[in-house]
């Protein structure tokens, strides 16, 4: 029989997909799902059983939670990426990794087709498609949905027609959590005037007494939570369960998707902005002006390319190089606040910290230059300025 591996989530479209492709296409179906971050042991294993009785021969859970970390979420706390200023990326990032994970073990056991429950109109079917065809160009892509056109209901009567007669009820929200955050789209999220419900978020407020927390940063990376040292991936999951009790780090994302139109979605990722928050004022304190100045522009640029699914392309690894170069200096503590919706970032602690006083205190004295030598120095600085206005006032 024709092996395929199918993307498989335990929803409707990629439950559809496996019993399509093995009842009608004749295909052996072995079915993937790629942990990066957000699933327990009991979802594993009701995903597993669910995709074995609809009809998939093998199904498979990769951990990929340190892989994650390691290929992407290092590098979005690097540059501090935030896309439009709001949102830390949480699904795109994950649907890279997810992507490379399946087309790897796709090849792992021979199989020459890999599906996947993408619509056309979406920013996934983009990013999923990408990194097939570049890894393995051999492999042939399959999407019944897209390529069907298949409404919801279409794929219900199927399913029910063939004996799959699960609770396919829609929820009210969608929600897909990662160790990046969780996205929340409904309703409202189709409207441009919308907000989404308190009820609508994943985490609810259940701590009101605020609570002061210390980050530890090693070179960039998060390597203690109040002295607690662990790996990185594990710190984000422990800051997530401290933080998301305040119901920090909610927000609606309004961006430009992949093929060309306008999209909104909720989010709540507590441990993912107090992280880039965190790091970034850690970085004002260690980091050159210059430095900062050119790390802001070529952040962006990594986040807009993992964005669009650019991930494989080569200048995403020299973008990686300088952020990681970045970061030598990048350590030490940063000391702050929770609240009941919202954080302070209070200051920090680091033997890097260029506000070092030998030199002079902003505002107060100078220690390491005289007066003359300030005013020489104003001097020569408004030169070039002077000698604009004096050619603008001959003409």
Not at 206 to 223: M, R
Request: aromatic share 10%; with cysteine; hydrophobic share 35%.
């Amino acid at each position: 029989m024709k092996k395929v591996v199918i993307a498989y989530s335990g929803g409707l479209d990629t439950s559809y997909c496996a019993k399509y492709l093995s009842k009608e296409e004749n295909f052996e179906v072995h079915a993937v799902s790629v942990n990066t971050g957000g699933f327990s042991e009991e979802e594993i294993n009701h995903i597993g059983e669910n995709a074995k009785k609809i009809g998939a021969k093998t199904y498979k859970n990769i951990d990929a939670v340190a892989s994650f970390y390691q290929k992407v979420v290092k590098y979005l706390i690097f540059g501090n990426v935030l896309k439009n200023n709001t949102y830390p990326l949480s699904v795109s990032a994950e649907r890279i990794v997810q992507a490379i994970e399946i087309v790897n073990y796709a090849k792992e056991i021979g199989a020459k087709f890999i599906a996947h429950g993408s619509t056309g109109a979406g920013n996934d079917q983009v990013r999923f498609d990408m990194i097939f065809q570049i890894i393995a160009p051999e492999i042939e892509i399959i999407t019944p949905i897209r390529d069907k056109q298949l409404s919801r209901q279409e794929e219900i009567d199927y399913l029910q027609q063939n004996g799959v007669d699960m609770n396919w009820e829609k929820s009210k929200y969608s929600v897909n959590k990662g160790l990046w955050g969780t996205s929340v789209g409904g309703e409202e999220t189709l409207t441009s005037k919308e907000p989404l419900p308190e009820a609508a978020y994943p985490s609810q407020l259940q701590e009101k007494e605020p609570k002061k927390i210390t980050l530890s940063f090693t070179k960039g990376e998060l390597s203690a939570v109040d002295g607690k040292a662990n790996s990185p991936q594990k710190n984000i999951e422990i800051l997530e369960n401290i933080a998301s009790k305040y119901a920090i780090g909610r927000d609606i994302h309004v961006g430009d998707t992949i093929i060309g139109i306008k999209g909104r979605v909720g989010f709540e990722a507590a441990a993912a902005l107090i992280t880039i928050k965190a790091h970034h004022l850690l970085e004002k304190h260690c980091l050159s002006k210059w430095q900062l100045q050119h790390k802001d522009y070529l952040a962006n640029w990594y986040g807009t390319h993992l964005h669009e699914g650019l991930y494989l392309d080569p200048v995403m690894r020299d973008l990686e190089a300088f952020l990681e170069s970045s970061q030598e200096q990048v350590s030490g503590e940063v000391h702050l606040s929770l609240h009941p919706y919202r954080f302070t970032l209070d200051g920090i602690t680091s033997k890097n910290d260029l506000m070092n006083n030998s030199f002079g205190n902003y505002g107060e004295e100078n220690k390491a230059w005289t007066a003359d030598d300030a005013k020489g120095f104003i001097k020569i600085l408004s030169n070039s300025g002077k000698v604009y206005q004096h050619v603008k006032a001959e003409k």
